[in-house]
Nanobody
Framework: QVQLQESGPGLVKPSQTLSLTCTVSIGSITTDYYYWSWIRQPPGKGLEWIGYIADSGSTYYSPSLKSRTSISRDTSKNQFTLQLSSVTPEDTAVYYC????????????WGQGTMVTVSS
């Protein structure tokens, strides 16, 4: 069974870049029909989809975050990475990585989530 694990700093200063990595075990991130997403949940709010990188390496980002978001991958390590620039306290959230099968929103596996706080 696939497992996803987020890693990265738990505290980021305002205006800096948030960088998180998702390590995927069992199965390749280049496998056909898989979409690898980043999703976040601010305290007391609902889930917000950030974007994904597809099996082909193509990416798609939420329009509201597109100007600050970059998702990339390292196939040799079976990892994909989120970078969110110019963060503010409003970017404080639990960040999740997840896998979609056949469609980006057909999520069948999630990481446990990692809390990132933006504060000086």
């Amino acid at each position: 069974q696939v497992q996803l694990q987020e890693s990265g700093p738990g505290l980021v200063k305002p205006s800096q870049t948030l960088s998180l990595t998702c390590t995927v075990s069992i199965g390749s991130i280049t496998t056909d029909y898989y979409y690898w997403s980043w999703i976040r949940q601010p305290p007391g709010k609902g889930l917000e989809w950030i974007g994904y990188i597809a099996d082909s390496g193509s990416t798609y980002y939420s329009p509201s975050l597109k100007s600050r978001t970059s998702i990339s991958r390292d196939t040799s390590k079976n990892q994909f990475t989120l970078q969110l620039s110019s963060v503010t306290p409003e970017d404080t959230a639990v960040y999740y990585c997840a896998r979609g099968v056949a469609a980006p929103n057909a999520l069948d596996a999630w990481g446990q989530g990692t809390m990132v706080t933006v504060s000086s």
